[in-house]
């Protein structure tokens, strides 16, 4: 079973490798070299990964991404991610590493290129669509918890799964491919490849909500 996690990975740095270290991304305030700093220090700083996800951490690891791009240069960085975390790291356990992975490696891949002046929407394998599918339904519901209407994300086949109930502005449905969805889902509504179905403003309302990361 192909692991797509570093597939994306693989792709992600002969693309940094390709574009050089300021080149923009859909990370705000983030170079392609800052970017790339992230996902070093994600996987191989123990005392920056925290602050990743908890806010009051977060200055912590502003600093250790500051350590790093000062130690390392970016094609120095670039290397590290396309090898991968070290040994004592947990994303390095097989299992664990890729599921924590799958959408980590394909949303900023994904923020690289869509940043740039022109881009196509890539057609996926259907086994690695399967696998977003199911990563954006186990964490869409915690990712959109703020979202300001209810949200029900939905296949091309027709497939549903209802990430929020209803809200005072009502529900709206998003229509697209599962890696469409996780962008979506992920806070990059404005380059998500998707059809919004509901009242016009909630459709706006969403569209232009703060969610994801």
Not at 72 to 91: H, L
Request: net charge negative; with cysteine; aromatic share 6%.
């Amino acid at each position: 079973m192909t692991d797509y996690s570093r597939v994306e990975r693989l792709a992600l740095s002969d693309l940094l490798d390709q574009l050089g270290p300021d080149q923009p991304t859909l990370c705000e305030g983030w170079d392609t070299y800052d970017l790339a700093v992230h996902l070093y220090v994600r996987e191989a700083d123990p005392m920056a990964g925290p602050g990743i996800t908890i806010a009051a951490l977060a200055d912590t690891t502003e600093r250790r991404m500051k350590r790093a791009k000062e130690r390392y240069s970016f094609t120095e960085v670039v290397d590290k991610v396309r090898n991968g975390p070290p040994r004592v790291s947990i994303y390095a356990l097989p299992k664990i590493g890729s599921q924590l992975n799958t959408t980590e490696y394909f949303v900023h891949h994904e923020d690289i290129r869509r940043a740039q002046p022109a881009y196509d929407v890539r057609a996926l394998p259907a086994d690695q669509q399967e696998g977003l599918w199911k990563a954006v339904r186990l964490a869409s519901k915690a990712m959109n918890r703020k979202s300001p209407t209810g949200l029900v994300l939905r296949r091309p086949d027709g497939t549903t799964t209802v990430t929020k109930r209803p809200t005072e502005l009502g529900s709206v449905t998003v229509t697209g491919e599962p890696a469409e969805l996780v962008l979506f889902c992920f806070g990059r509504q404005q380059v998500a490849d998707v059809e919004l179905d509901g009242e016009a403003e909630a459709v706006d309302q969403l569209r232009n909500a703060s969610f994801g990361v």
